[in-house]
């Protein structure tokens, strides 16, 4: 079984930058397709980005392409959510999730991951 554990959120201008970092421990993270996600007051969990077990594939939700770009280190058990030209729009709770997956596999629902970190909040003031 795997914890994660989100860092990195906090409070920024519009326009700014974050990079939000994800820490796994208790698995083999490199046997883990990884995504973030993110869930605004009063809205449904909204996937952003997905990642293969490598690295060697990404998917993003059209939202953030461009913007949003999602890269692991499985060498340091961590996956990141680099934030570009942030938006009042992008204020939500962010979440990683994994779930063990084959080779090459990415997941967009949420209910296709198992475990889910406890998030971190990221407000964009205008």
């Known amino acids: 079984q795997v914890q994660l554990a989100e860092s990195g959120g906090g409070l920024v201008q519009d326009g700014d930058s974050l990079r939000l970092s994800c820490a796994a421990s208790?698995?083999?993270?490199?046997?883990?397709?990884m995504g973030w996600f993110r869930q605004a007051p009063g809205k449904e969990r909204e996937f952003l980005a997905a990642?293969?077990?490598?690295?060697?594939?990404?998917f993003y939700t059209d939202s953030v392409k461009g913007r949003f770009t999602i890269s692991r280190d499985n060498a340091k058990n961590t996956v990141y959510l680099q934030m570009n030209s942030l938006k009042p729009d992008d204020t939500a709770d962010y979440y990683c999730?994994?779930?063990?997956?084959?080779?090459?596999?990415?997941?967009?629902?949420?209910?296709?991951?198992?475990?889910w970190g406890q998030g971190t909040q990221v407000t964009v003031s205008s």
């Open positions: 999730a994994a779930r063990r997956s084959d080779y090459g596999r990415l997941y967009t629902d949420p209910t296709d991951y198992v475990y």
């Open positions: 208790g698995g083999t993270f490199s046997t883990y397709t």
């Open positions: 990642i293969t077990r490598s690295g060697a594939r990404t």
